[in-house]
């Protein structure tokens, strides 16, 4: 009987935090690996085009590295990472409204390439409803719901990361979900 | 809540969870991490830009007060003109070297009006070594 080989520890993302401060670019770049998906969904979520997605990934990390020193563990890193997400996204808005252009996000069902063709436009559409009404929702209502909704975070959690309480995050929540509800019907 | 307005939560859900994954999927993490990974070696860490982002308000706002004042008074010495330096920087030999005598004596009669207080009779003039007696002297051998 061989002797069972040790499990390599998973380096958690404070430790990863520190390796990166402590000048290990390999530890950003596992950090990347690890959050880069969710924050990719979170951002396509908010209604982030498809052509932007890349760079506005690279860029909310790029602004999170930038601000590591600010990052005092209230929220795990991810959470804290899709709120400048948020940020990031918002600035994008802005900028390309100021030169007069406007962001369509393009809906999923046009981008997927997988599945029965039927149910994925009826999948799609309802994603494409449901994106079309989060653009219309306050930026608060939007963020606390796709938080809560599409990445399964607690409104603890959730209050921490948007520097709110609980009980506020749960009203935007509810407040969210009720005009919504409307667009998925 | 009655079983329709139930469907409808769990409907909202299961689109909400779905939402973006499509272009997540898509998206080319590794060469997402090498980008991130050049970018943040491009940038040195402690720009001055990170640091100012990273001051509390009221110590950018004391930094800005800084600058301005020191704008305000480097424009006021512009306003105000060069300062008068020729004097003390141009060494007196070359000064004297081009006056004829009725200049010298003019000098040194204009030094002899200057108040005892501040010491004019034997002293420097314009810092530039020589007194007042000792003009007088060259004032003689120039005349001869």
Request: hydrophobic fraction near 45%; charged fraction near 25%; charge should be neutral.
């Amino acid at each position: 009987m061989t002797p069972a080989e040790p499990v390599a520890a998973v380096p958690t993302d404070a430790a990863l935090i520190a390796a990166w401060q402590g000048g290990d670019e390999q530890a950003a770049a596992e950090l990347v690996r690890r959050h880069a998906r969710a924050l990719a969904r979170f951002l396509a979520g908010a209604g982030a085009p498809d052509a932007e997605l890349d760079d506005l990934v690279q860029e909310t990390f790029i602004r999170a590295f930038r601000a590591l020193g600010k990052f005092r563990g209230q929220c795990r890193f991810r959470t804290w990472l899709l709120t400048i997400g948020g940020n990031a996204l918002k600035d994008t808005y802005r900028r390309v409204q100021r030169g007069g252009a406007r962001i369509v996000p393009l809906g999923d069902e046009l981008r997927a390439t997988d599945g029965d063709p039927h149910e994925r436009a009826v999948a799609g559409e309802a994603e494409t409803r449901l994106q079309e009404g989060l653009q219309r929702l306050p930026h608060m209502q939007r963020e606390v719901f796709l938080l809560r909704a599409q990445q399964g975070l607690e409104y603890d959690e959730i209050a921490a990361a948007l520097g709110t309480t609980p009980g506020a995050a749960r009203v935007h929540y509810h407040h969210a979900v009720k005009r919504l509800k409307e667009c998925v019907r | 809540m009655n079983q329709d307005e139930q469907l409808q939560d769990a409907k909202l859900q299961e689109v909400a969870r779905r939402l973006g994954a499509a272009a997540a999927a898509r998206l080319d993490v590794e060469r997402t991490a090498r980008a991130v990974v050049t970018r943040l070696r491009q940038e040195p860490r402690g720009t001055v830009l990170s640091w100012v982002a990273m001051r509390p308000p009221w110590l950018k706002i004391a930094a800005v007060l800084v600058l301005a004042l020191g704008a305000g008074l480097m424009a006021r010495g512009a306003w105000r003109g060069p300062m008068p330096r020729a004097a003390a920087v141009v060494p007196l030999e070359d000064d004297l070297s081009g006056l004829t005598a009725e200049q010298l004596r003019e000098a040194i009669n204009s030094m002899d009006q200057v108040p005892a207080d501040e010491g004019a009779g034997d002293a420097d003039w314009g810092g530039g070594g020589l007194s007042a007696a000792e003009l007088r002297a060259l004032l003689r051998a120039l005349e001869g």
